[in-house]
């Protein structure tokens, strides 16, 4: 069955960096655009970045752009969010996500890992 597992969460200090990494197996990951999300309690999940199969295209939120790096790795199908001078407000539990090619949304979610930018 699909999976998704995210690890390289955890606490950082302000203007500190993390890597995210998602390993997904039970399907073909190079098939697949990939997505991160990110929610906050009381607050709508909302899409971080994004990666087509090739990674020729690579969409961001505004507020990430310039800061995090979305990349894969096809051949070992991993995901992974480069995090770089992260801030309190980029605190939240981080999804890993496949998108389904027909409908553009979201068919499968990783177990989310917390993130915690603080002093």
């Known amino acids: 069955q699909v999976q998704l597992v995210e690890s390289g969460g955890g606490l950082v200090q302000p203007g500190g960096s993390l890597r995210l990494s998602c390993v997904a197996s039970g399907f073909t990951f190079e098939h697949y655009w990939m997505r991160w999300y990110r929610q906050v309690p009381g607050k709508e999940r909302e899409m971080v970045a994004g990666?087509?199969?090739?990674?020729?295209?690579?969409p961001y939120l505004a507020d990430v752009k310039g800061r995090f790096t979305i990349s894969r790795d096809n051949a070992n199908s991993t995901l992974f969010l480069q995090m770089n001078s992260l801030k309190p407000e980029d605190t939240a539990v981080y999804y890993c996500?496949?998108?389904?090619?027909?409908?553009?949304?979201?068919?499968?979610w990783g177990q989310g890992i917390q993130v915690t930018v603080s002093s």
């Open positions: 996500a496949r998108v389904e090619p027909d409908s553009g949304r979201v068919d499968y």
């Open positions: 990666i087509s199969r090739t990674s020729r295209s690579t």
